[in-house]
């Protein structure tokens, strides 16, 4: 594909194509024109809705916390193209500004658990949506069942406990929008930073920010105290953190393999016995 010359007629001609880091799953550059520069991402496998999704999630973020994603300028199945965001590095400043902001998003409420993209994805794994009144049964049917295995059976364990005994998924909490893949890399930081590659659905709040503890980021005792102050977490969440952690652990356990499948593991067996 000529990139260039696919790009010209949406954002200009093509002056400089330099490539940036874009994962495993993408290719990824910085294009400049004679009157902006641009983020622009490729696929590496032909997937017909992973970019477009993922526009309609940035879309769905920043409509609810303006200026909380970068702007799509267009996507397709073959190229998403963003604004250039300029990094400026972590700090407290930004990550307070940042607990603030996703304590905003999760205020938006949705009808149902479970609600998304029809071809919903993580990575370029299948996401499935659907309607659940009970977070606890939603969790356990969409996002754990699909990825256990032979590998993982304590964690199977663990979703046929969680459809018996809801009340391990703490206070009932109304659904939340969530960027739903919100590790430290997902972060552009900024002094108001943004966040990028989203797996957006309604779900948990406390699972977006159980992936930001997961992996480590910058200053995340800044981001939780920012976020209280918005929006208190219910008692016990801290226990929580690794019921949450399960997921991306089990997707990351599929894409990956290593030792994501025994992590989640040891937390499905410590729940399990506690």
């Given at each position: ?10 954002i200009g001609q093509v002056l400089r194509m330099e490539p ?111 309607h659940y009144e009970s977070w606890p049964q939603m969790f ?135």
């Amino acid at each position: 594909m000529d990139l260039a010359g696919e790009l010209a007629p949406i954002i200009g001609q093509v002056l400089r194509m330099e490539p940036v880091v874009g994962g495993d799953i993408c290719r990824a550059y910085r294009v400049s024109t004679s009157e902006a520069r641009y983020f622009v991402k490729t696929p590496r496998r032909s997937d017909e809705w992973m970019l477009p999704v993922e526009a309609a999630g940035l879309k769905a973020l920043g409509d609810v916390v303006p200026g909380l994603t970068p702007s799509v300028v267009h996507a397709e199945s073959r190229f998403l193209v963003l604004e250039w965001v300029a990094e400026q590095g972590p700090s407290r400043e930004a990550a307070a500004n940042l607990g603030e902001r996703l304590a905003a998003l999760h205020t938006h409420r949705a009808s149902a658990f479970g609600e998304g993209p029809e071809h919903g994805r993580i990575g370029p794994l299948a996401m499935p949506s659907g309607h659940y009144e009970s977070w606890p049964q939603m969790f356990a049917e969409l996002r754990l069942r699909p990825l256990v295995n032979d590998r993982t059976p304590r964690s199977l364990d663990l979703v046929d406990a969680l459809m018996d005994d809801p009340e391990w998924a703490g206070p009932p909490e109304p659904p939340s929008l969530l960027h739903g893949d919100l590790w430290s890399g997902n972060v552009l930081w900024s002094l108001s930073p943004r966040l990028v590659d989203p797996a957006a659905h309604v779900g948990h709040r406390e699972t977006d920010l159980a992936m930001l503890a997961l992996f480590g980021t910058p200053y995340l005792d800044t981001i939780l105290m920012a976020y209280q102050q918005v929006y208190p977490l219910a008692r016990g969440w801290q226990a929580r953190e690794g019921l949450h952690q399960m997921w991306p652990l089990l997707v990351h356990a599929r894409l990956f393999g290593g030792g994501y499948a025994q992590r989640a593991e040891t937390i499905a067996t410590g729940y399990l016995q506690g």
